[in-house]
């Protein structure tokens, strides 16, 4: 009995020695598959929202409850906004490719830059303005894309799109509530547990009302997948690491990792390539971003910084 204990105690030795950079990069690692996984289902996008959800919520449930799961008004509105991020994803990458999907949700800052002013009361810059207007440009360029009849796993690509850039508007509200004041002193986990809750809840009418014919194994497994490694335990593990310490600025800057890898997966596995319009639409978005980032981070305070780099 004692020499369980003591090897239990050795493994979470072993997990506590991981660097909490590490912990970041899988998590974005294991969000980067989204894409293939979602791809390599037989079912539609409502049956793969549902089985997905079902399997997140019950992951974050087991790892988190400690931390109370107390649900209020506020709470409701931000996992609402999680929820719509989420399932607009799955439907996009049904219908346009997965390089679409992600580089088009990635969008998101954009909203975060028009609406922080209102919501958060930030102060709107020109560089603001100035990323707002290139994201515009390389968002554009995604609708110069023609339907490619060769590409069955994109079968509608305009509205599969709308879908990414509305997962993208849904992914922005989400960020802004989690900066409110009001979210600070919640357990974190709550608007994910409750957003996966409330797709479940939508779902199960359709399910009921039109259930999957043909589940295969292949379905099943990456369901599973999806639900407990590329939600539930990539949340696990990010916030992790942000609680180990490593910077926001670090974190957000490794999590480009996850547009970029996206559709390298879908393409390596399935087959799917982007079109010239995408890969250049997405780079200028990206990079758009990431140039913001910094230099957002440049104008911090001295000893903000030194206070943050205290902890790694």
């Known amino acids: 009995m ?11 030795n072993k997990i506590a020695d991981f660097p909490p950079m590490t912990f970041i990069v899988l998590a974005v ?19 793969v929202n549902f089985g997905r959800a079902l399997f997140a919520a019950i992951t974050v449930a087991v790892f988190t409850y400690k931390k109370g799961l107390r649900l209020d008004g506020f709470t409701l509105l931000s996992s ?4 719509g991020t989420l399932s607009c994803f799955v439907y996009a990458n ?11 949700q990635y969008t998101a800052p954009i909203y975060i830059l028009i609406l922080a002013p209102f919501v958060l009361k930030e102060k709107f810059k020109f560089s603001d303005l100035i990323t707002v207007i290139v994201c515009l440009a390389g968002m554009s360029l995604f609708f110069l894309e023609p339907q490619n009849a060769e590409n069955k796993l994109a079968s509608n690509v305009f509205w599969g799109n709308i ?34 809750i409330i797709i479940v809840l939508l779902m199960l009418p359709i399910i009921l009302g039109n259930p999957p014919m043909h589940l295969t194994i292949n379905d099943i497994l990456a369901i599973l997948f999806l639900g407990i490694f590329q939600i539930g335990i990539a949340y696990i593990l990010f916030t992790s690491g942000i609680a180990k310490g490593v910077r926001s600025l670090d974190a957000s800057i490794i999590g480009f990792i996850e547009p970029l890898l996206n559709p390298v997966w879908v393409f390596l596995f399935i087959g799917e390539t982007p079109s010239k319009w995408a890969i250049i639409g997405g780079a200028i978005i990206i990079t758009a971003v990431i140039f913001h980032t910094l230099r957002q981070n ?9 206070t943050t780099d205290a902890h790694n």
């Open 29 to 47: 690692l294991l969000w980067s598959t989204g894409g293939l996984f979602i791809k390599l289902t037989t079912l539609d996008a409502f049956a």
């Open 163 to 196: 879908a990414a850039l509305a997962s993208g508007v849904f992914f922005g509200l989400y960020f802004i509530l989690l900066r409110h004041p009001r979210s600070l002193q919640k357990n974190p986990a709550l608007s994910v547990f409750y957003g996966n």
């Open 2 to 12: 004692s020499e369980n204990l003591n090897s239990k105690s050795v493994n979470r």
């Open 80 to 83: 609402f906004m999680y929820a």
């Open 298 to 306: 440049r104008q911090l305070n001295p000893k903000t910084l030194e």
């Open 94 to 104: 049904k219908m346009t490719t997965a390089a679409n999907a992600i580089f088009l």
